[in-house]
């Protein structure tokens, strides 16, 4: 059976880690650097560095992140997130020292990029970053730039059917930040049934982990802000889900 992962997210806006809540409100925390290290010593099976001021201001990837992380030689699988708008760029982000690209802007404004982007790299090396919500009983895509939402677009749908891409990142963007919960909803109504999912947002407990990483489709948990306020909080969440086919934590922790 394949292992399930727990994936650490690391929010970056003007180039310092921050604490996110909606994508609206944020409070800041240091050196993405510093937090990625931790990520990683922690036992993390990956780790998204998403800068989400960067498409917002037209600015593309901050390369000079990734060269800062990648000269830290860290052995957890970082997965990048922001401004990236052409194969150039993508293709620059993984020689920069990303193993994988997330991507959200580029569905809306060129999926035919984003082909191109699967055709030169690997739909492993995609994943589809999709903010959502249940709005009257319909699920909706948000875009956090002009902060509307609309009903998925066919041409991402179609992206994610022919495998274009090789996950897609479920976000619960309205219980993002906060401890509410994920709203499985989401995942319920999620129009491809054959797609690997990534779920992120509102997972801050254990309980609520077990239940998303109990739905077949969801291949990992991503997990944000609560993994700021406890040492080792990865090893601590994988030892607290006994059961799941999770990968092994790398860091011992012992009973109080």
Not at 95 to 101: E, I, K, P, T, W
Not at 189 to 211: C, K, M, N, T, W
Not at 222 to 235: K, P, Q
Request: aromatic share 6%; charged share 25%; hydrophobic share 45%.
């Amino acid at each position: 059976m394949l292992k399930k992962r727990l994936v650490g997210v690391i929010t970056v806006k003007n180039g310092w880690a921050v604490q996110s809540f909606g994508y609206r409100r944020h409070l800041p925390l240091g050196k993405p650097e510093i937090l990625a290290e931790n990520l990683d010593r922690w036992g993390a099976d990956e780790i998204i560095l998403q800068c989400i001021d960067r498409s917002v201001h037209q600015m593309g990837p901050d390369f000079a992140l990734l060269d800062r992380v990648a000269q830290m030689g860290l052995g957890t699988p970082i997965i990048f997130s922001g401004g990236i708008r052409t194969v150039e760029e993508g293709i620059q982000v993984i020689q920069s020292g990303a193993d994988r690209l997330c991507i959200d802007a580029l569905l809306r404004d060129a999926p035919e990029v984003a082909r191109s982007l699967s055709k030169r790299l690997g739909a492993q090396a995609l994943i589809a970053a999709l903010p959502l919500s249940m709005e009257s009983g319909r699920l909706c895509w948000f875009d956090y730039r002009c902060r509307t939402h609309a009903a998925l677009d066919e041409k991402v749908v179609a992206l994610l059917s022919d495998k274009v891409v090789s996950e897609a990142l479920v976000i619960d963007w309205k219980n993002e930040g906060h401890d509410r919960g994920f709203d499985y909803e989401l995942l319920k109504h999620f129009p491809l049934g054959d797609v690997p999912l990534i779920a992120f947002g509102g997972l801050s407990e254990a309980a609520v982990l077990q239940r998303v990483l109990d739905v077949g489709q969801v291949v990992a948990a991503a997990i944000g802000n609560s993994l700021n306020y406890r040492e080792n909080a990865i090893s601590a969440f994988k030892h607290q889900l006994v059961g799941l086919p999770l990968r092994a934590p790398y860091v011992e922790i012992k009973p109080n």
